[in-house]
Structure formats: C-alpha cells, structure tokens
C-alpha cells in the first residue's frame, strides 16, 4: 500500500501538539521569529511524558482505521 495523502487525523503534531500549545500561546504577538520560537518552545516541553505517551496510544486508532481502509477517505465517526 501507498503513502496515504496528508490528513490531519493522522498526524499527531496537527491533532496534539499545534492545538495544545496554539491555546497557550492565544493573543501573544511577536517582533521577531526567534522570540516565537522561544515562546513556542517553552509549552512544548512542559508537556509531561504521560500525555506524549496518551498521544502516540491514541494515534494508532486512526492508524488503523486508515489500513482498514486502505487509505481511503473515511469520514470521523
């Protein structure tokens, strides 16, 4: 089987990682890109092991789904 086309459900930066810190970060503005990395940074690793360790169990439950399919479209259920 093929490399299935970019989805969201299936990347665990678009479904874990950007919403967490996203909310963290929500009405900060920047002058310079180091300082927004800086910032971006500092949330990220304040993420405890656990919730990394949640993240990557619950990611194989799309990943399944989208084998069972044969990377297929599928819609959320």
């Known amino acids: 089987m093929g490399h299935p086309p970019y989805s969201p459900d299936l990347a ?8 967490s810190v996203k909310n963290k970060l929500r009405g900060q503005r920047f002058s310079l890109p180091e300082e927004a990395i800086e910032a971006f940074k500092y949330p990220v690793l304040k993420i405890h092991l656990s919730e990394w360790n949640r993240c990557f169990e619950n990611w194989f439950k799309p990943m399944q789904k989208c084998i069972d399919h044969r990377g297929e479209y599928f819609e959320k259920q």
Request: charged share 10%; glycine share 0%.
């Open 12 to 19: 665990p930066n678009d479904f874990f990682l950007f919403p």
